[in-house]
């Protein structure tokens, strides 16, 4: 079965970090860009960050450009997103997504984890 | 930045209806434009890509038109699993994908 499982999401004080995972499995994980996306509570979803194949390239939204980074080990089928100097604002459910590929630069969000829920607060 | 705006924000309706959303970019995407449904709690699902094929296994009372500046996302007669949010989406700037505000559809 084709799946994403995000996992690292909890509370944290504005100012601190977290690392956030994703574990593929049954697909071939280092053949596809993977992105996150987030959702805030009762809003829409905002696209974060994304990284190649082999991680020689790495694009981020913004608002978490000099804050976040995106990674992720081939070897481990793991997509990651370390988080630094974390604001309110960044209190959102977090979802890894496979960035499924339909010829002719067609790019879409075609397999989704369930989501890890971030919280900044103090 | 490409902005996505999407008309209804809302829409109540009956179960058999013929729904239309419709999604505008703010410059032209060719057909680089992807439809998503969510229900509450639930991580988004992919329906449409390249804005009008149809995704693996999504019912076919579900069709995208459009190009350009313009896309619809239709539903050909509402059904009780369909009332959700749905979101439209540009993959046209890679660098940055960015989504619609979305459209909830719920019960009349």
């Known amino acids: 079965e084709v799946q994403l499982v995000e996992s690292g999401g909890g509370l944290v004080q504005p100012g601190g970090s977290l690392r956030l995972s994703c574990a593929a499995s049954g697909f071939t994980f280092s053949s596809y860009w993977m992105s996150w996306v987030r959702q805030a509570p009762g809003k829409g979803l905002e696209w974060v960050a994304n990284i190649k194949q082999d991680g020689s390239e790495k694009y981020y939204v913004d608002s978490v450009k000099g804050r976040f980074t995106i990674s992720r080990d081939n070897a481990k089928n793991s997509l990651y997103l370390q988080m630094n100097s974390l604001r309110a604002e960044d209190t959102a459910v977090y979802y890894c997504?496979?960035?499924?590929?339909?010829?002719?630069?067609?790019?879409?969000?075609?397999?989704w984890g369930q989501g890890t829920m971030v919280t900044v607060s103090s | 930045d490409i902005q996505m705006t999407q008309s209804p924000s809302s829409l109540s309706a009956s179960v058999g209806d013929r729904v239309t959303i419709t999604c505008r970019a703010s410059?032209?995407?060719?057909?680089?434009l992807n439809w998503y449904q969510q229900k509450p709690g639930k991580a988004p699902k992919l329906l449409i890509y390249a804005a009008s094929s149809l995704q693996s296994g999504v019912p076919s009372r579900f069709s995208g038109s459009g190009s350009g500046t313009d896309f619809t996302l239709t539903i050909s007669s509402l059904q009780p699993e369909d009332f959700a949010t749905y979101y439209c989406q540009q993959s046209y700037s890679t660098l940055l994908f960015t989504f619609g505000p979305g459209t909830k559809v719920d019960i009349k």
């Open positions: 410059q032209s995407i060719s057909s680089y």
């Open positions: 997504a496979r960035e499924g590929y339909y010829g002719d630069y067609h790019d879409a969000f075609d397999i």
